[in-house]
């Protein structure tokens, strides 16, 4: 497998795996597959969990879920703002 930069855009979620089973991946940019992005973006702004349906793994007969959850660098009151939630974000880049 050849290692590949992510393309240049606003933001990134990277998530880094220690997985022995896919341990041929170092890192991944999980806001370049367009369900993990639709994920991360109805997730942060909630602050809840959001849950994708199963799935098959790679090289499995096992089913597979991902679990995506906001992830904030500051304690949010509980009636935070969608605005307030996306400004808190962890695990984000942007460039402005």
């Known amino acids: 497998m050849t290692k590949e930069p992510s393309p240049f855009r606003d933001e ?5 795996f220690a997985q ?3 341990s ?5 940019d999980m806001m370049s597959g367009e369900e993990d992005k639709e994920n991360i973006l109805r997730a ?3 602050g809840k969990s ?3 349906s199963p799935f ?6 096992h089913l ?3 679990l995506t959850f906001p992830v904030y660098k500051s304690k949010l009151p509980p009636n935070a703002s969608v605005q307030e939630r996306i400004a808190a974000t962890a695990g984000k880049w942007n460039k402005n």
């Open 24 to 28: 041929y991946l170092k890192l991944v």
């Open 44 to 46: 942060r702004p909630t």
């Open 20 to 22: 022995e089973t896919v």
């Open 56 to 61: 098959k793994l790679l090289g499995s007969n």
């Open 50 to 52: 959001v849950l994708t």
């Open 64 to 66: 597979g879920v991902v």
């Open 12 to 16: 990134y979620a990277p998530v880094i």
